[in-house]
């Protein structure tokens, strides 16, 4: 009996610390099944910033941002300044033109600064499908001029119009491409959704790099992704020297790739 009582005692001992030890294990388990998926599981990191709260993908290396008038007047030193917030912007894409002839106000002032600080830069027209296209493509002609480095241009296409048939708002844009790749000999780049691309651009302009704007996902699904060049993934990031919230983008491809979308001389 007092054999088994001592068995009895250290058994009880050992089943004690392998019941405590796997309790430990348990909880810090359970831990990070709780908060791991906030913070890398998905590939995107958490950023919070005053009343902002956005996930950035961190397996991407190259972020920017696209503005325009709406977002005011920036501080481009504090924007392309890195700070624990958000890297730094390496790329911006300015909204230069819209229609066959507005301007937008702030283009020329902030293409000119990107350049002197060497932050690759591109601007885009915002395309109306109602108006004529040899206007919109002058429009955006005599107002942008492009140095060796830039990114090519890009037709942002959101609206698809409220009269045209499928195959006339197709063929629309695709002259406004063709008449910009004349000019500047080089392919644009289309940014759209995923309401246009379903509907337009899928299987007509497969030869086209394009920007993808979809957000509330950790990775791009539905797309053939072989010629997407950029996601907008956010249009509510936050960026110091920009008083209102701001499109975030990553370059979704290799260092390399840059050369197809960009001028060489």
Known sequence: MRKRKNHSTLTDRILNTVFSYRGLKTFVFMGLVAFYPLAVADGM???????VHLRIPLHYQTHGIDISHHNGTVDWQKATAYNQHFSSVKFCFLKATEGGDMVDETFQANWEELKSLHVKRGAYHYFKPHTDVRLQALNYILNVKFDKGDFVPVLDWEEEGYTQNTQELIGN?????????????????????????????????????????????????????????????????KVEGIQTPVDFNVFLKD?????????RQ
Do not use: C
């Not at 990191?45 to 009343?51: D, T």
């Not at 899928?202 to 086209?208: G, I």
């Open 45 to 51: 990191r958490p950023l919070m910033h005053a009343q």
């Open 173 to 237: 844009v695709r002259q406004w491409l063709q008449m910009i790749e004349k000019h500047y000999g080089v392919k644009p780049i289309i940014y759209t959704n995923r309401i246009i691309y379903r509907k337009y651009i899928y299987n007509h302009f497969d030869d086209y790099p394009l920007w993808i704007s979809h957000y509330n996902v950790a990775e791009l699904d539905g797309y053939d992704l072989s010629n997407v060049y950029f996601w907008q993934y956010s249009m509510n990031g």
């Open 255 to 263: 260092k390399f790739d840059y050369e197809r979308i960009t001028f």
